[in-house]
């Protein structure tokens, strides 16, 4: 029953996809322009999107057309290498990825990405969650990005080093253990407190995914919902950046390097024992196994349906066609057809980023497949019951440069033990001065 409708959802899709090609007369407001000839179509993402084999599928059902993508390691080289090409005017692929967490700086420069409404993106509205829709919508109205995933967030954890430590190894009875439905930090650094007890080894990997993680939760993060900056004297920000002191005091942290993770070794030799995983996380932590040289058999992670404090969005992103395109039809149709759902399906089988269409969503819910690089766990299923609930935070213009280079250093030197949580702290608003405007 389950393939039959996936079946029948591929076919539907795919004769969108050829109408579509076929219907889109008009240019959009860049340079583009219709062409009779072969076309070339550059593509830019980041992290694991799972869009590799989905290429060879569409040059396949459309003659004429072929693909060169560039895949870049981290959303933050994206960002870098997406605004250098917009200061110089040149150089931006036909679809460009781009990141939640600078989205806002985006939207700043909205005028130079195409209106995708010009190319039927309001007949698709209803396909995906209400917020992800109101996320690529700038101020006048104007949409600039086909949804692909959103970043509900569960717990990823090593059973192996849950078992040395005497702690129970079940998914179910580690969701109970971190206080079910009301898990709250408190728990989880409790939990991780009684667990570097008992082994001598961290329990998370470095604070600053865990500081992102409970920033996400907040109705307000670096940003007021109307955009004002919201950092110094924010008591909720103070709260949780003292769990993160006593934690690193405690130490509950590996500071381990972001992305790195001693080239995925420490994934497979009990590093550390947890990870906030949204679900794009998921297919980063799958390579760093395979690089560390583990295999799910034997030095597998697994995934629980818990998250301390509740319901959080970890990223997301959008595909966008730049007016530096010179093909901007023959673009938004490739970024449509990769964000339906369908696409969507088959980029979280591979690499893991949770779909941001409601018909995918559904679909991982219904099928609870096995995921065998994660102890057999059914983690689409779970990632939709984590997403209920989930609200997007308002994203300003420096949301990404604060987490990454205002706490990030700070965070650093807290988990290193250079800096006790009040002079790290300092060292952050101090660099907010420096590096964030007004």
Known sequence: MLASRRTGIAATLAGATAFA????????????????????????TFNAMGFDDLYAEYEAANPGITISANNIDTGGNARTDAFTKLAAGSGLADVVAIEEGWLGSIMEVSNQFVDLREYGIEDRKADWVDWKYAQATDSEGRVIGYGTDIGPEGLCYNPAAFEAAGMPADREAVAEMLGGDDATWEDYFA???????????????????????????????????????????????????????????SKLSAAQTAWDWNGGKSFNDGTFATFVCPGWMLGVIKGNVE??????????????DVFPGG???????????????????????????????EQQLRAFE?????????????????????????????????LAARAEGVKAQFKGPDDSLIQENVFGPALQKLDRGELDGNGAWNEAITLLGELVKN
């Open 350 to 382: 591979t690499a893991g980023p949770f779909p941001s269409t409601l018909d995918a969503q559904e679909q991982l819910t219904t099928e609870a497949a096995a995921d065998e690089a994660f102890s057999g766990s059914p983690t689409g299923a779970i």
């Open 21 to 44: 090609l076929l219907a889109t007369g008009c240019t959009a407001s860049g340079s583009g322009e219709a062409s009779d000839g072969p076309i070339e179509l550059t593509v830019t």
């Open 311 to 341: 319901p959080a969005n970890w990223g997301g992103s959008f595909l966008s066609v730049p007016t530096q395109s010179k093909h901007p039809k023959e673009a938004a149709a490739l970024a449509s057809w990769l964000s339906e759902p």
């Open 191 to 249: 939990a991780g407190k009684k667990y570097q007890q008992a082994t001598g080894k961290a329990w998370y990997d470095h604070s600053g995914f865990v500081w992102n993680a409970m920033v996400n939760q907040l109705p307000e993060g670096y940003y007021t919902s109307d955009g004002e900056l919201n950092v110094e004297g924010n008591k909720d920000l103070q709260e949780r950046w003292g769990w993160i002191a006593d934690g690193a005091a």
């Open 291 to 304: 690089a560390g040289g583990g295999d799910a058999e034997n030095t597998g992670w697994d995934f629980a």
